[in-house]
Nanobody, 126 residues
Framework: QLQLVESGGGLVQPGGSLRLSCAAS????????IGWFRQAPGKEREGVSC????????NYADSVKGRFTISRDNAKNMVYLQMNSLKPEDTAIYYC???????????????????WGQGTQVTVSS
């Protein structure tokens, strides 16, 4: 059974950076596309970025394109989200999720997203 655990969230000033990590255990990540999602207070969960199982495809939502970078290290069973030039509107709980597909469907893995982490809070505020 694949288990995902996010870390790296915190409080950062506008314009700052954070790197989120998604650690997998139980099963190798080699055959899973991974997506980062976020949910702000009072809003629906939205996709942020997706990386294919091999790492060759990386897609981003327009709202984060050019500021966020997704990457993975399958040898370490880890996926990362480097977030630069953070804005207050990036404030949300960030989740990683795994699809049983190896490819991305736009900037999210194809559903169903069977495996989710517990989330990590990112707050961008001065």
């Amino acid at each position: 059974q694949l288990q995902l655990v996010e870390s790296g969230g915190g409080l950062v000033q506008p314009g700052g950076s954070l790197r989120l990590s998604c650690a997998a255990s139980g099963v190798t990540l080699d055959y899973y596309a991974i997506g980062w999602f976020r949910q702000a207070p009072g809003k629906e969960r939205e996709g942020v970025s997706c990386i294919s199982s091999s790492g060759t495809t990386r897609n981003y939502a327009d709202s984060v394109k050019g500021r966020f970078t997704i990457s993975r290290d399958n040898a370490k069973n880890m996926v990362y989200l480097q977030m630069n030039s953070l804005k207050p509107e990036d404030t949300a709980i960030y989740y990683c999720a795994a699809s049983t597909y190896i490819y991305c469907s736009g900037y999210v893995p194809p559903g169903p997203h069977k495996y989710w982490g517990q989330g990590t809070q990112v707050t961008v505020s001065s």
